[in-house]
């Protein structure tokens, strides 16, 4: 069955990094325009990265263009989302998405926290 599980997630300081990686199971992953999308509380789901299925192109939410890098490793179906210059409104849980023709998939999410 399809499967996406998101990971690297915590609490950092402002100012810190944080990696999460989305690791996809169960379709053909290299054939798949992948996202990153995160929910913050009592806020409605947002798109924060886009890359297309070889990774040719990324697009970035203007929130965090110049902080946030999409990358994805097609021989090991994961998608990694490199976070710099975290702000306490990057505080959300973040999921991946799969963007097929036919469905969408969608991980369950993994919480990223911005306090000191």
């Known amino acids: 069955q399809v499967q996406l599980v998101e990971s690297g997630g915590g609490l950092v300081q402002p100012g810190g990094s944080l990696r999460l990686s989305c690791a996809a199971s169960g379709f053909t992953f290299s054939t798949y325009p992948m996202s990153w999308y995160r929910q913050a509380p009592g806020k409605e789901r947002e798109l924060v990265a886009h890359?297309?299925?070889?990774?040719?192109?990324?697009n970035y939410a203007v929130f965090v263009k110049g902080r946030f890098t999409i990358s994805r490793d097609n021989a090991n179906n994961t998608v990694y989302l490199q976070m710099n210059s975290l702000k306490p409104e990057d505080t959300a849980v973040y999921y991946c998405?799969?963007?097929?023709?036919?469905?969408?998939?969608w991980g369950k999410g993994t919480l990223v926290t911005v306090s000191s």
């Open positions: 890359i297309t299925s070889t990774g040719g192109i990324t």
């Open positions: 998405k799969a963007s097929g023709t036919r469905a969408n998939y």
